[in-house]
């Protein structure tokens, strides 16, 4: 998953819009209700953000940062690495739904390949760190630090990549599994998402070493094997090994896959939009049975048009657009109008109001749902009726007709709030055909007997919270982000001139092959550090057109970007005290 567009104020119709096709990531929040998620929680001692900004922090090892900084404008360095890129896409490591748990899946076996590259690439790394194969395939490495009394931290990424379509193999400029170094991009399935992030990761510590580098504080390393389908071989058991290993709430900070950056206001401006929440998800189905019969003689309404008549009350009622003033959205949108130029004065203002105004906020939410549906997406539950199904025979009354609802909910709502609220709107419908409503396991409405019924459920179990938001005022680990982005930012020949501002965001899974699309790995690590961070450091316009589609690309100065950032975020912790 991972690395939708961003979301900006001047894409959305406020200002230019050149910037939007290669801006990148994601966007920010909504607010309603009285959910009981993990978010809502962290909502009530949250205060709203002003933006601060972080000066740029530079390694104190500055003589190491110096050399390792001349080594990335090495070319046979470069070279090395986009070589270990190619050569891990070129081992079709493909999450597929329909996988069984490892060991009684042979096609898992395609990990121990993966693991043959990596430690043939990178033989000092898997010689010094410490290596635990959890559930066989899932690679996490212990850097043992010489102050344990440091909190670890946590760097992730997955081995995984999301199937190609075998029609569209030949629509690919070089093919899927090459690897292929064309002098700019490293061609594949994976070279954006997600395997630049290990080979990344596993450089920065080579050079490291190989420079002589100890760590003050351990860093731990997990990369697990199904982020693109379920995540229970893959990070849920890593994270249960690591619960046991280190305990709760034992890790500093936890850096993952997620958004990165891009330029604005004609390229003057780069933002960078660290994903410090991520949407809920429920993928509700409605099922509703009908007795059958001959359709020579019918019924006035079938099961067909029973369910019909509960999608057509569903889209009719779309869940309320809201600005939570202490969720992730108005963070960024504070950000965005506080920092872009390009941001209309009269918005900048509305915005500024919105601080302290209620009047102001439910405008601003207002404006912004009007301008683009992208902030819509933002601030509400989003619902979509992606699957219909229903009948058999055209002489044959249907006895069950379903459909499944996709969606993704408000950072300040919950699960049962979704779930509480279809059973409300669907309620009307059972009462009109007086047929009996059963929903999430309880009884709602007793209809007329013989009549049938429409049951509610979660379809495939998978329903899953907002995430707990990360503290992003006045918190020491997101500051030395901010800090860190900004120092990578600074030390690169490419974006050294540009103003850089980093702006909290919002990950809503924008993942478009799988059905069963979900979030990052990071839903099953909350336990272990409050301090989540979903960002690849990527720029937006080094990606050659998106990820999960043909054409996977990426640009070989993003990996060097990438090893810039991970090199100053492994140094500048070692620095920081508890
Ligand atoms: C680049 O790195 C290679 C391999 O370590 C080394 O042989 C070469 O001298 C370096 N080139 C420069 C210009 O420093
Ligand atoms: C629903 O059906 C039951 C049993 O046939 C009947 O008693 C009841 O009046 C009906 N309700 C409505 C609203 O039609
Ligand atoms: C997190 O901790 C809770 C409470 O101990 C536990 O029930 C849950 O399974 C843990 N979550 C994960 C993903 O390990
Ligand atoms: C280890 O880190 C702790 C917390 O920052 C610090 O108080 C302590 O002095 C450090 N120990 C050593 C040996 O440097
Ligand atoms: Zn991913």
């Not at 909502?43 to 922090?57: E, G, H, M, R, V």
């Not at 389908?229 to 280190?246: M, N, P, W």
């Not at 997101?478 to 501002?501: C, D, F, H, R």
Request: hydrophobic share 40%; proline share 6%.
């Amino acid at each position: 998953m991972v690395l939708s567009r961003l979301i900006a104020l001047t894409a959305l119709g406020f200002g230019q819009v050149g910037h939007a096709a290669q801006a990148l990531f994601e966007a920010p929040i909504p607010f309603t209700g009285t959910g009981t998620s993990p978010a809502q929680i962290a909502f009530d001692a949250y205060s709203p953000s002003t933006c601060k900004q972080s000066p740029a922090l530079f390694p104190k090892h500055s003589e190491l940062d110096a050399s390792l900084e001349k080594l990335f404008n090495n070319r046979t360095f470069q070279l090395n690495a986009y070589e270990a890129l190619g050569s891990i896409v070129r081992v079709p490591s493909v999450s597929t739904d329909d996988l069984l748990p490892v060991g009684q899946d042979p096609r898992w076996e395609v990990f121990l390949d993966v693991h043959a590259v990596l430690e043939s690439k990178f033989p000092l790394v898997f010689k010094s760190l410490d290596l635990t194969k959890v559930n066989m395939h899932n690679i996490v490495l212990h850097w043992q630090g010489s102050n344990t009394t440091l909190k670890p931290i946590l760097m992730t990424a997955h081995q995984d990549v999301v199937p190609v379509e075998p029609l569209t193999v030949d629509q690919w400029v070089h093919p899927p599994f090459s690897g292929h170094y064309d002098g700019t991009y490293i061609w594949g399935r994976g070279s954006c998402d997600d395997k630049p992030d290990i080979i990344s990761q596993l450089t920065t510590v080579d050079s490291l070493i190989r420079h002589g580098f100890k760590p003050t504080r351990t860093v731990v390393f997990a990369f697990g094997i199904d982020e693109e389908s379920s995540g229970k071989e893959g990070a849920g058991k890593i994270a249960r090994f690591l619960e046991a290993k280190y305990g709760k709430d034992a890790f500093a900070s936890l850096l993952d896959e997620g958004s990165g950056f891009g330029a604005r206001h004609g390229g003057d401006l780069i933002i960078a939009s660290p994903d410090t929440g991520e949407k809920g998800y429920v993928d509700i189905h409605i099922e509703v049975n009908t007795p059958g019969g001959h359709s020579s003689v019918p019924p006035r309404h079938t099961a067909i048009g029973i369910l019909a008549s509960a999608i057509v009350a569903i889209e009719a009622d779309p869940h309320p657009v809201v600005l939570p003033r202490a969720g992730t959205a108005f963070q960024q949108i504070t950000c965005e109008a506080t920092f872009d130029p390009s941001v209309p004065s009269e918005i900048r203002e509305l915005v500024e109001r919105a601080a302290h105004d209620d009047d102001a906020l439910e405008e601003l939410s207002r404006v912004l749902a009007a301008q683009n549906p992208l902030y819509e997406v933002l601030m509400a539950t989003t619902q979509a009726v992606d699957i219909v199904q229903g009948g058999v025979k055209i002489n044959a009354l249907p006895e069950r007709a379903v459909a499944i609802v996709n969606h993704r909910i408000a950072q300040q709502s919950s699960v049962s709030e979704v779930m509480e609220r279809i059973t409300s709107v669907i309620l009307p419908t059972a009462r009109k055909f007086n047929i009996t409503l059963n929903a999430f396991g309880k009884s709602v409405y007793h209809g007329a007997s013989g009549a049938g019924e429409i049951n509610l459920a979660d379809t495939w179990g998978t329903a899953l919270e907002p995430a707990p938001m990360t503290p992003t005022v006045d918190a020491k680990p997101y500051e030395i982000l901010m800090g860190t982005i900004k120092a990578a930012l600074k030390a690169s020949p490419k974006y050294n001139k540009n103003e850089v501002v980093i702006s909290p965001g919002l990950a809503f899974g924008m993942s478009v092959t799988n059905i069963c699309s979900r979030y990052t790995d990071t839903q099953s690590y909350w336990n272990l550090t409050k301090h989540i961070f979903r960002y690849g450091h990527t720029d937006g316009s080094g990606i050659y057109d998106g990820i999960h589609t043909v054409n996977e690309a990426l640009n070989g100065e993003s990996l060097i970007e990438k090893i810039r950032f991970h090199t100053k975020w492994i140094l500048n912790w070692d620095e920081a005290e508890d």
